[in-house]
Nanobody
Framework: QVQLVESGGGLVQAGGSLRLSCAAS????????MGWYRQAPGQQRELVAA???????HYAGSVKGRFTIARDNAKNTVYLQMNSLKPEDTAVYYC?????????????????WGQGTQVTVSS
């Protein structure tokens, strides 16, 4: 059973940076595609960034050029470097894993999620 532990969130001023980490266990990490998602209050969870098992990346338009996703297969960890943060980036951030790239990009239908990590950007 996959276990996902997100960390690295916090309170930051607009224009600041944060680096999120997601440690995965219970899966063969290197063959899984990974995604970062976020959910703001009253809104649906949305894809932020995704990285394939071979390192290809995909970003939501709202974060392109500001966020960078990366993975370390030796540590079974995926990262999200967030720069130039804006108040609208405020949300709970989650990661997930799947063998299907379409599932990662779609973001719906996952059986379980981790606890997430709160990111709050003040203006």
């Amino acid at each position: 059973q996959v276990q996902l532990v997100e960390s690295g969130g916090g309170l930051v001023q607009a224009g600041g940076s944060l680096r999120l980490s997601c440690a995965a266990s219970g899966i063969t990490f290197r063959i899984n595609h990974m995604g970062w998602y976020r959910q703001a209050p009253g809104q649906q969870r949305e894809l932020v960034a995704a990285i394939s098992s071979t390192g290809a990346t995909h970003y939501a338009g709202s974060v392109k050029g500001r966020f960078t996703i990366a993975r370390d297969n030796a540590k079974n960890t995926v990262y999200l470097q967030m720069n130039s943060l804006k108040p609208e980036d405020t949300a709970v951030y989650y990661c997930n894993a799947h063998l299907s790239w379409l599932q990662i990009v779609d973001g719906r239908g996952f059986g379980s999620w981790g606890q997430g990590t709160q990111v709050t950007v003040s203006s």
